[in-house]
């Protein structure tokens, strides 16, 4: 029996990446999953390793930068269990176009529909939920772009995600009375999908070298499984080869 059994988790963003690791992590510790992200064959290829891993899950499509469409999974959520213990707030994307001398009006509006707005539809759909049942956990995958502002990632990437690190910490300044926690995850690079939006290729050794979903998707796990008197509000999880720091070594070099 694992830590979470009888608990309920929604993962968005699912499909792939961290959310795809940490649906797999939180079902291997009991969790019933509810996968959530804008593609259903993403979601089937999750939920048929958690099958083969012996956990259970449901797919639920949906487009998170659609207030409707978050409403309507949380509505069945609460409709089928009753509850929702742990929400991974996962989903995210960025654009090739990201500099400010590319970005456009219709790019700002994905990158931060897409990053920002999806967090905050999703966790104003669970929080009536958890305070009926007096407690539950919100992860929140920001960035260290989140914390220090990046060209690399884009401005627009940027502002979003130093969005969801503000918004996680007011989560537990107004809900910490209703036994809600929140944490913010702020990950450096990690070999992803979204690496493939970089304006200038990664090579594999690169890849290799990074911070992996499955790593990110155990820290997820841990801190679901933390007692419900303890938060940790903010983690930031890096690759030991940082390539950021390595770069500054090489300058300092020149």
């Given at each position: 029996?694992?830590?979470?059994?009888?608990?309920?988790?929604?993962?968005?963003?699912?499909?792939?990446?961290?959310?795809?690791?940490?649906?797999?992590?939180?079902?291997?510790?009991?969790?019933?999953?509810?996968?959530?992200?804008?593609?259903?064959?993403?979601?089937?290829?999750?939920?048929?390793?958690?099958?083969?891993?012996?956990g259970t899950s449901v797919s639920k499509p949906a487009d998170l930068m659609k207030s409707a469409s978050v409403n309507k999974v949380a509505s069945e959520i609460a409709r089928?269990?009753?509850?929702?213990?742990?929400?991974?707030?996962?989903?995210?994307?960025?654009?090739?176009?990201?500099?400010?001398?590319?970005?456009?009006?219709?790019?700002?509006?994905?990158?931060?529909?897409?990053?920002?707005?999806?967090?905050?539809?999703?966790?104003?759909?669970?929080?009536?939920?958890?305070?009926?049942?007096?407690?539950?956990?919100?992860?929140?995958?920001?960035?260290?772009?989140?914390?220090?502002?990046?060209?690399?990632?884009?401005?627009?990437?940027?502002?979003?995600?130093?969005?969801?690190?503000?918004?996680?910490?007011?989560?537990?300044?107004?809900?910490?009375?209703?036994?809600?926690?929140?944490?913010?995850?702020?990950?450096?690079?990690?070999?992803?999908?979204?690496?493939?939006?970089?304006?200038?290729?990664?090579?594999?050794?690169?890849?290799?070298?990074?911070?992996?979903?499955?790593?990110?998707?155990?820290?997820?796990?841990?801190?679901?499984?933390?007692?419900?008197?303890?938060?940790?509000?903010?983690v930031m999880i890096n690759p030991t080869w940082n390539r950021g720091y390595v770069a500054s070594l090489q300058r300092g070099k020149s």
């Amino acid at each position: 029996m694992g830590s979470l059994t009888g608990k309920v988790a929604w993962v968005t963003g699912a499909g792939s990446g961290i959310g795809q690791a940490a649906a797999v992590a939180l079902a291997k510790e009991g969790a019933i999953v509810v996968l959530t992200g804008r593609r259903k064959a993403p979601l089937e290829a999750t939920a048929a390793m958690i099958k083969k891993a012996g956990g259970t899950s449901v797919s639920k499509p949906a487009d998170l930068m659609k207030s409707a469409s978050v409403n309507k999974v949380a509505s069945e959520i609460a409709r089928k269990y009753g509850r929702l213990d742990i929400l991974v707030n996962n989903a995210g994307l960025n654009i090739q176009q990201r500099s400010w001398k590319q970005l456009t009006p219709k790019g700002v509006d994905e990158v931060v529909h897409g990053n920002l707005s999806s967090a905050f539809y999703c966790t104003s759909a669970v929080l009536p939920i958890m305070r009926k049942n007096k407690g539950g956990v919100l992860i929140h995958t920001s960035s260290v772009a989140g914390k220090v502002p990046s060209l690399l990632s884009g401005p627009a990437y940027s502002a979003a995600k130093h969005g969801v690190v503000a918004m996680s910490h007011t989560i537990n300044m107004e809900e910490c009375v209703n036994g809600i926690r929140s944490c913010v995850v702020c990950p450096g690079e990690v070999a992803t999908p979204i690496l493939d939006k970089r304006p200038i290729p990664i090579t594999p050794a690169e890849r290799k070298r990074m911070a992996q979903s499955e790593d990110v998707g155990d820290l997820i796990r841990y801190i679901a499984c933390l007692p419900p008197h303890i938060v940790i509000n903010e983690v930031m999880i890096n690759p030991t080869w940082n390539r950021g720091y390595v770069a500054s070594l090489q300058r300092g070099k020149s």
